[in-house]
């Protein structure tokens, strides 16, 4: 039965949790108090050391920041500071009881497995507006072989491909990927898939939104997140090809920066300067280590990024500025996170705005906790338009992991709806942000509504 706005079963109260549900809720309530329980023994029979443990974890991440973002002396002091902090953390945790800090880890890793057990079926939004689909009747896959480090050719998918009745097309240099996919659909193809990275998949889903012809994303990049948004296990990359068989589909929003089509998030500021990096695919860290002193060390110079804020005030002189597809959960920035969903029809916009001085502790402190937001620079608003001006001639921009530089005014669009995806019938279907409760207050609520015979939400 559909609801009211064509979604199958929208609107209607999900049914409670069965016996095995509540019995892992109350299992992870319980695990959780064991693993607190043997915490505060632990804390009372020696609180000054573990007090001392906790001040030098903050040192070693201060200290690993200022090596980071200076040179020379200054740089190789800090990486001193940061090793033997750390070095002293380590030792005075392996003088306590071991058994005791393994215990109090496992009862934790125990307690999430329950708990997901237990929440995940009602926090999960992957499912909404999703159809039951048949076989394609004229599949075809494009696969970029260097991709992932070559997951095309050792996950063997042009023999997986023909073997499921899909026509395999391998780029080959000097290929035009869109142009490719736009003969697959000029000969009658109504599925078509793309095995490789994000920026790849993203060409490939222009096409298919453009005539609307079903796509499927195959994980045969190198981090492939629009896969695990779209819930599928990117570990295991030839289950994927079974979404030309009989699969589950659903519409998804992409986003446009210009007219260029993205799957994820553009990056401006820091983040998007490295990525312009020609070292930045083969040694990320290394190269992170090296730029970041010119642009997040004390002399380093403001990027000009002009904006208008969620409160229609004019912004600007971000250190970070990330335009996604969707609203993503961000715990910090050493990573995008994951989107609950991808069919909102609005951008999200994260800003950071760092004091080079003042911030830096409140800064790290906010990541070390998996708190970003709770930084006084961070700002975060949803709008389905979204506008950045620059007085450079040239901008930086990492656009699904695709160094590109764009001349302003970079003008960014959310797609409502625009694509329509096709998913393996026995994948995950959910992205681990839509499974996962915001934080530790609203786990224990869940787990307690289940626990009582109620859906978590």
């Known amino acids: 039965m559909n609801a009211p706005d ?21 299992g992870a309530l319980l695990t959780l108090l064991a693993a607190a329980a043997v915490a505060v023994s ?11 443990v906790v001040l030098l974890i903050v ?40 058994l005791r800090i393994v215990a109090v880890v496992a009862l934790v890793l125990v307690a999430t497995a329950a708990a997901r057990v237990a929440i995940g079926h009602d926090l999960a939004h992957g499912s909404a507006g999703a159809r039951s689909v048949g076989r394609a009747r004229q599949g075809v896959l494009i696969m970029n072989p260097w991709s992932g480090g070559g997951k095309v050719e050792r996950f063997g998918l042009e023999q997986e491909a023909r073997q499921r009745g899909v026509e395999p097309v391998v780029l080959r240099r000097g ?28 060409l490939v889903a222009d096409i298919a939104r453009r ?47 210009g007219d260029r089509v993205f799957v994820n998030n553009a990056s401006l500021g820091a983040y998007a300067t490295v990525v312009q990096s020609d070292a930045y695919r083969d040694a990320k860290l290394a190269t992170a280590a090296q730029l970041l002193p010119q642009l997040l060390g004390p002399e380093a110079e403001r990027l000009d990024l002009r904006f208008t804020r969620a409160d229609g005030e004019a912004g600007g002189h971000a250190d970070v500025l990330l335009v996604s597809n969707g609203v993503y959960r961000l715990d910090s920035l050493n990573g995008f996170g994951t989107r609950e ?23 790290l402190s ?26 450079d001639p040239l ?49 224990v609520t869940a787990l307690l509504r289940v626990l009582g015979g109620q859906p978590a939400r």
């Open 341 to 363: 969903r991808m069919d909102t029809g609005v951008l999200g916009v994260v800003t950071v705005t760092v004091d080079r001085a003042r911030d830096m502790p409140s800064l």
């Open 59 to 98: 040192i070693t991440v201060v200290a690993a920041w200022t090596a980071l973002v200076n040179h020379g002396g200054r740089r190789l002091a800090a990486s001193v500071a940061a090793v033997v902090a750390l070095a002293t953390a380590v030792a005075l945790l392996f003088a306590g009881s071991m």
């Open 395 to 443: 901008v930086d921009v990492g656009v699904d992991g695709e160094a590109l530089q764009l001349a302003p005014p970079l003008r960014f669009r959310s797609l409502p709806g625009a694509l329509r995806v096709r998913t393996p019938v026995n994948a995950p279907g959910v992205a681990p942000a839509a499974v996962a409760p915001a934080g530790f207050q609203d786990a």
């Open 175 to 202: 290929d035009d990927l869109q142009a490719l996919a736009e003969q697959a659909v000029a000969k009658g193809a109504d599925v078509i898939g793309m095995a490789g990275g994000d920026g790849s998949q993203a």
């Open 211 to 257: 005539h609307d012809v079903a796509f499927v994303c195959v994980p045969a990049g190198t981090r492939n997140h629009f896969a695990l948004d779209l819930g599928l296990d990117r570990a295991d990359v030839t289950a994927a090809l079974d979404a030309y068989d009989s699969a589950v589909e659903r519409r998804i929003d992409l986003a446009l920066l």
């Open 6 to 26: 064509g979604s199958p079963g929208a609107g209607l109260a999900p049914p409670p949790p069965s016996t095995a549900r509540r019995l892992a809720a109350g």
């Open 366 to 391: 906010a990541e070390a906790s998996g708190h970003i937001e709770r930084f006084h620079g961070y700002r975060a608003w949803t709008t389905p338009e979204f506008e950045v001006d620059s007085a």
């Open 42 to 52: 632990t804390f009372l029979r020696d609180p000054l050391v573990l007090i001392l």
